[in-house]
């Protein structure tokens, strides 16, 4: 073990076993930053299978934990107040100028969303609240206890990830089934998207058709604040309603956007629903 990796690793437990506590009232402060790849397959019109790699940032203390896109969060703090809307606003029309000439999709990476996900976890309360692109311009929020996760840990497989021991653990969660690597040399209960409550910080997650993905790339030490959510327009959903309005959006998206504005998405965005389109999914399938 490194000195370097080591002292990471004292830290760490010194933050588990009794470090001093943060101040979560109005902005509380993480003690672990950890980095992850969303590797995501899915069909898109007539450009068919894409593959995506979506970068997501896990900030976590002992008493709670946010997982989000950084980009989101750049755009919805932005959104937030009138000079950054301002700002963002400037941002859009230059980008779009750019597509325009060169139909580059690359030159609106920065100015558009990537994914609207954001979980915040409260780990004394054993909840989480999922925050999620529910349908055309509708986003959407749902509370869930950490029991809907039952782990079946597998104590003689064992790997290496970013130079951590880690510890499999399987688990079928609302229509996936997900094996996952946990490292118990960090002592944080914690890890990508809503997984959690494993002895050990999850730095890998994957399920077999291979549509999705998340892996740690990073790990560091922190005291970056955990903002709240800066959107407001998320409303409190039902999950399953979520899923289901976000799916007929997907598969009527060109449709429903020249209803509501008169203008099209483009040739071939809506491609025929087909048996073979069903099969790639979002991260939770229980909705049909």
Known sequence: MTATRLLTVLVLLTIAFGAAARDIQDHPRAEIKVSYNYHHKFLRGSDGVVEKNTPFILLANRNQSKFYCPSTEFKDSLESTPSGRAKSKQMFSAAAAAYAQTRDRSAMDAVVYHSRLYVLKIFDKSVSTTYDQAG?????????????TEWNIVEDSTKTILDYQCVMATTDYHGRNWTVWFSPEIPMQDGPWKFCSLPGLILEATEPSGQHSFSATGIETSSQTIFPVFNTEYEKMNRIDMLRTERHYKENSNAMFKAA????????????????????????????
Do not use: I, N, W
């Not at 087909?274 to 049909?288: M, P």
């Open 261 to 288: 504005t008169g203008h099209e998405l483009g040739s071939g965005v809506d491609a025929p629903v087909t048996e073979e389109s069903r099969k790639y999914d979002y991260l939770e399938t229980d909705y049909h």
């Open 136 to 148: 055309m311009g509708e986003c959407g929020y749902y509370d869930e206890p950490f029991s809907e």
